[in-house]
Each structure stands twice: as structure tokens, then as C-alpha cells.
């Protein structure tokens, strides 16, 4: 069964950086679209950041141009590096394909922007 760990959240300062990183065990991960997803507190459930197979890239509105996605098809991780965090970026950050069927989900990672 594939699994995904999520780990590189923590408590950051408005303003700071983040770099989240997702390790899958799926044997044919450079075959999936990855995605990044967080969810606020009493929120659903966003997908924020995809990548392609090919290193494509798309990324919600709300992380356009302060959020990065990117992923290392031999050691089967997507990363997430986080610039310019804003207390509204408070949230469980998880890591799974960018399309159903998904993974069974991870337990995420908490990455919470305060003062």
C-alpha cells in the first residue's frame, strides 16, 4: 500500500520561510501528478500546487508567486518551498496525487505563521 509522510512544518514568523518535503513509497511515483493540499482550521480541504510528471506547474491564487513546488522522481519526494508566509497560510499541509484516486492520506504536516 503507498504511503505519503508529510514532515517541515513548524512555527514560522510572518514574513519567513518554509520548506515542506513528502516522501511516497509508490514504486511508479514519476508516473503521478503530486500535489500540495492544506486545510485551515473549520475549511475544507484546498489543493494549492501541482506538478506535473513533466515539472509542470500550477498553484492556487491564494500562493501564487510566494509558494514553490517541486519534486526528485528518484528519491520519489515533492517539496514545497513556503517564501513570504502569512498568518492566513495557517494550516495541516498534506502531500498526495493531484487527481482521484488518491493515496491514502498522510497525517500532514502543521505549519503555523504567527507573531
Known amino acids: 500500500q503507498v504511503q505519503v509522510v508529510e514532515s517541515g512544518g513548524g512555527l514560522v514568523q510572518p514574513g519567513g520561510s518554509l520548506r515542506l518535503s513528502c516522501a511516497a513509497s509508490?514504486?511508479?511515483?514519476?508516473?503521478?501528478?503530486m500535489g500540495w493540499y492544506r486545510q485551515a482550521p473549520g475549511k475544507q480541504l484546498d489543493l494549492i500546487a501541482s506538478?506535473?510528471?513533466?515539472?509542470?506547474?500550477n498553484y492556487a491564487d491564494s500562493v501564487k508567486g510566494r509558494f514553490t513546488i517541486s519534486r526528485d522522481n528518484a528519491k520519489k519526494t515533492v517539496y514545497l518551498q513556503m517564501n513570504t508566509l502569512k498568518p492566513e497560510d495557517t494550516a495541516v499541509y498534506y502531500c498526495?496525487?493531484?487527481?482521484?484516486?488518491?493515496?491514502?492520506w498522510g497525517q500532514g504536516t502543521q505549519v503555523t505563521v504567527s507573531s
Open positions: 498526495n496525487r493531484a487527481a482521484e484516486p488518491q493515496f491514502p
Open positions: 509508490a514504486s511508479l511515483f514519476n508516473i503521478y501528478d
Open positions: 506538478i506535473a510528471i513533466r515539472g509542470s506547474t
